[in-house]
Every structure is written in structure tokens, then in C-alpha cells.
């Protein structure tokens, strides 16, 4: 047996498993703003409006766009799990913090060990798929 084929089996299984999805986040600081650029000269088709969030149909992507009074400047990438509270405890075992954004349930922020912010959503997985290890 080779040295790296050795190394292949001795490859721990992830604990969690985290699927991508199509929803993407910002955060802003006017709603109304975000919802006339958006909605009136990108022609996204508005599905749901809180005080605090718009949601967007874009096309292959749903746009979730938050107010905050302290916006983020990137795109927040979405992470599927079965599990969000068992996740974040292993992602905090690995490095992550936590952050602490206004938001709402079964959804949290965290940051990875090179800074870069992505959010956690507890979903069931769809039908023929799988988001359990």
C-alpha cells in the first residue's frame, strides 16, 4: 500500500455535513432604498417585506436583504444543516466565532477562521437529499 493511500483511509468523516442553498444575504441601511434598487431598477420580483427584511425572488437565487444600522459590505454565502445548534458548537470547535446579528430563528452568523462571514440555517433536507453525515 502507498504512503498516500494510507493517508486516504486514516480521513476522518466530517461530523456535519453543510450544503450550499440559493439564498443569498446583505445587509443595508434603508429599506426603502434596497427595495426601490432592487425590486424597481433590477427587477427582482418582491415575495416578502417585514420591518426589518425584504426577500427577493432574483432568479436562481433568493436575495435576503436586512437592515442594519452597521451594513456588511460583502454577500453573506448560506449554509443548509440538519442540526444548527450541534453545527455551531462544531464549528466553534473549529475556530468559528459566532456572530451577533439581529436576526431571526433557526438562523445564526458566524465567522470562519480567516474572517469571512457566512450564515447557518436549520433545514430538513428535500427529498432525495441529504444534509446529515
Known amino acids: 500500500m502507498s504512503a498516500s493511500s494510507n493517508q486516504a483511509e486514516t480521513v476522518a468523516e466530517p461530523q456535519f455535513v453543510f450544503r450550499s442553498n440559493s439564498e443569498i444575504a446583505v445587509h443595508v441601511s434603508s429599506l426603502d432604498k434596497a427595495e426601490h434598487f432592487y425590486g424597481e431598477i433590477l427587477g427582482f420580483r418582491l415575495v416578502a417585506k417585514t420591518g426589518r427584511q425584504l426577500e427577493f425572488d432574483t432568479?436562481?437565487?433568493?436575495l435576503?436583504?436586512?437592515?442594519?444600522?452597521?451594513?456588511?459590505?460583502?454577500?453573506?454565502p448560506s449554509f443548509d444543516v440538519a442540526d444548527r445548534e450541534a453545527a455551531r458548537e462544531y464549528l466553534e470547535g473549529a475556530g468559528c466565532k459566532p456572530v451577533h446579528i439581529n436576526t431571526h430563528p433557526?438562523?445564526?452568523y458566524i465567522r470562519d477562521p480567516f474572517g469571512l462571514l457566512f450564515d447557518v440555517v436549520?433545514?430538513?433536507p428535500e427529498?432525495?437529499?441529504?444534509i446529515t453525515p
Do not use: H, Q, W
Open 59 to 62: 432568479g436562481k437565487l433568493r
Open 64 to 76: 435576503y436583504v436586512n437592515l442594519d444600522s452597521r451594513p456588511m459590505t460583502s454577500f453573506i
Open 106 to 108: 433557526g438562523l445564526y
Open 122 to 124: 436549520e433545514r430538513k
Open 127 to 130: 427529498a432525495g437529499s441529504s
